[in-house]
Structure formats: C-alpha cells, structure tokens
C-alpha cells in the first residue's frame, strides 16, 4: 500500500472515530502532576487508532502518549490522540489529533486533524502540505514587528520556567502578537498554513511535534531548536518559522538569545 494510500484511508477515518467517541461523556484524572491530565477520550481514541493503524500497516511498531510512549523503532506511528486535552476537557474547541509515520530516522507522513473546523492538515515527504485538498505555505513575513507568534508554556524546571516567561515578555515587546493557545500540534499547523509566523516551546514530545514539522518543512518554513541545541524529534524543543531567514534571525537576536548579542559588541 502506497503512502497516499495510507494518508487516504487515515484521513477518511478520523472523522468517523471523532463522531463515535467525542460525542461520549468521559471522565479526567491527573498522570504525573495535576498540570498534566488524560481523559477516557484520549485513551478510547489512541485503542481504536492502535488497532486501526495496526492493521493498515502491520509492520510498523506503535509510540502513542497514552500507551507506549518509551518504544522507538526505524518504523513507526507516532500519535497523540487528543493534542490539547485540557482545551477538550473544559469544552474550548482547539484540540486535535495527530498521527505521523516515521521511517528509517525521518518522518514521512504527517496528518493534524481539527474535528471541531473539520481540518484536515497533511503532507508526506516531498509532495507539499495540503489543508483538506487546498495546498499550503509558510507565510512571507519577514518583519519581528508584524509577526504573529505563538508559543507554549510546557516547562521541565524552575530554571526553564523563567527562560520561558523572559523570552515572552520580549515577544510581547518586539512582535505584533503573541498567542498560546494550548496545542503545540495545531500551532505547527497554523506556522505551515501561514496563520501564525513562529511557534516556539521547550520540553515536548515527539507526538507532538512529529506530524508539525513535516508540516511546516514541505510548506516552505524552518525547523530548529530553541534551545542551543540541534533540534531532537525524541527530545523536542522547538523553533518553527516562515522561510524568511531575516526573521528567523531576528527572533533569535531579539527573543530567543539576546544576551549573546550584547556579549557579542
């Protein structure tokens, strides 16, 4: 089975799955912290997409953040069922689903589902990025100043909590907008469809990052870290941008690393 074969059947299932199960009463309960919770949707969605994806691609192992987060092998899904759950827990409609192929160290197939706007975000390696069946680009900002950026507050630490607030506060200062909107997969999205200009965030995963990046790279944009690190898909602290270097640069002087230019002059 070809890949546009497999992004089809995908695409045509998830619609179905959310009509079954989003409609359902669920219940939350908290994982590692009370910051960090799942809701019986989230589970019911990753059983049924484990079984469904099993049998459309047999060979391929399963790394899904309600199940079997620690498995990595040279083929295989990588889902999130519900990306922005604690949207979905208090009914604020900005959530989705993601599922990505990766395939000999890359990711070949990305697919960031919005039920609630029924859209449909896709690309698989060199053939573009696609909004249902509209292709899509990165936008052509190329100004700090009329920058639409977004942002997530996950932090591992009390050192990372301040870099984060710090880096905001200039944001707010040097960009047009800053938006969190609590799902790192769909801001991926809107950098690819050029709805937002940047997303940056520490101390994700790869479920939530793997289907975006190959979103935002076959729509034009960059990916990096913003960390000074190379950017890890099992480690992910994330940089998106539009195509334009100069603003790539300027959020890296302005916001990202400023004290390395003053060290610099």
Known sequence: ??????????????????????????????????????????????????????????????LGEESTSSVRSSLMWIVDPVDGTTNFSKSNPHYCTQI??????????????????????????????????????????????????????????????????????RAIHECRAVRITGSACLDLAYVASGRADVFWEESLKPWDVASGTLLVKEAGGLISSCLETEFNLFEPDILATNASRELRNQFLRSILFPDQVKNAL
């Not at 890359?106 to 589902?113: F, S």
């Not at 919005?114 to 390696?125: M, P, Q």
């Not at 899509?136 to 984060?164: F, M, N, P, T």
């Open 100 to 169: 990505a192929l990766f395939r000999e160290g890359r990711v070949v197939m990305g697919i960031t589902y919005d039920h609630n706007r029924r859209e449909t975000f896709h690309a698989i390696e060199g053939q573009g990025s696609y909004l249902n069946n509209r292709r899509i680009w990165v936008s052509k900002v190329g100004d700090l100043r009329e920058a639409s950026s977004h942002v997530g507050l996950q932090y591992s630490s009390q050192l990372s909590s301040e870099r984060v607030l710090k880096r905001m506060d």
């Open 1 to 62: 089975m070809t890949l546009n074969s497999i992004r089809k059947r995908i695409v045509e299932y998830l619609p179905q799955l959310w009509n079954s199960v989003g409609a359902e009463e669920f219940s939350v309960s908290n994982k590692s912290s009370y910051k960090d919770i799942v809701t019986s949707v989230d589970i019911a969605i990753e059983d049924r997409l484990k079984g469904f994806l099993g049998k459309l691609l047999p060979p391929a192992d399963y």
